[in-house]
């Protein structure tokens, strides 16, 4: 079965430049998430979208912005990198009827020298 | 204080013991409850939802106690393949998961 599909898997970029993760969801999930998992630390939720609106906002930062298109894939948007960024990227993805069963993709892991 | 308190182990097991792991949350308005699991590096995998009434997938019984807003997860007959960080997670009434620290389980030979 078709799973989340994220790229890039890795990415390595300096401080003060950006960044651009993308999302697949599974075909017909219509919301997506985004996570942040920085080294030792569990997974925090950045934001959601649903129908390609905005659903719900966690802790992400200012310099983050993220949307969904008309196909449901989403892009998180990251500028002026810090070293602080360097974290694994999870994006997951449910339907709307089923929201309590979020499946997620392998993740990009992002690099900030 | 976090909101989804575990403790990080690591539980070092034989293989075919039983482990039990827990699980307390802080907001009471919490409606959904999952146990997930981690490899190192790797994305979270549903291992199961948790019910009040508890309920059972083969060699794994999840547990959960609203009054006392306790979780928990047993694992019986532990294999090597078992070995991995799991991870409590609770959602509230909006979409986003809450995840524990996770405890990591070390099953050996």
């Known amino acids: 079965a078709a799973g989340v599909i994220q790229s890039p898997r890795h990415l390595i970029k300096e401080k003060r430049e950006t960044a651009t993760l993308k999302c697949y969801p599974i075909?017909?999930?219509?919301?997506v998430y985004w996570y942040q998992q920085g080294p030792g630390q569990d997974p925090q939720f950045l934001i959601s979208f649903y129908e390609k609106m905005q659903s719900d906002k966690g802790s992400i930062p200012d310099r983050f912005s993220a949307q969904q298109f008309s196909d449901y894939h989403s892009e998180l948007n990251m500028s002026s990198l810090e070293l602080g960024d360097s974290a694994l990227y999870f994006c997951a993805s449910s339907a709307r009827r089923a929201k309590n069963i979020q499946y997620f993709g392998a993740g990009t892991r992002l690099s900030v020298l | 204080r976090k909101e989804v308190e575990q403790d990080p182990g690591p539980f070092n097991v034989p293989e075919g013991a039983t482990v039990a792991f827990n699980c307390t949350y802080s907001?009471?308005?919490?409606?959904?409850f999952f146990w997930y699991r981690q490899d190192c590096r790797k994305e979270p995998k549903l291992l199961m939802s948790v019910y009040s009434s508890g309920n059972e997938d083969g060699r794994f019984t999840a547990q959960l106690n609203r009054a006392s807003q306790y979780i928990s997860l047993l694992i019986r007959d532990s294999k090597l393949s078992d070995s991995a960080t799991y991870l409590c997670v609770v959602m509230g009434n909006t979409d986003k998961l809450i995840f524990g620290t996770g405890t990591r389980l070390q099953v050996f030979p």
């Open positions: 075909p017909r999930h219509d919301t």
């Open positions: 907001n009471s308005a919490s409606q959904s």
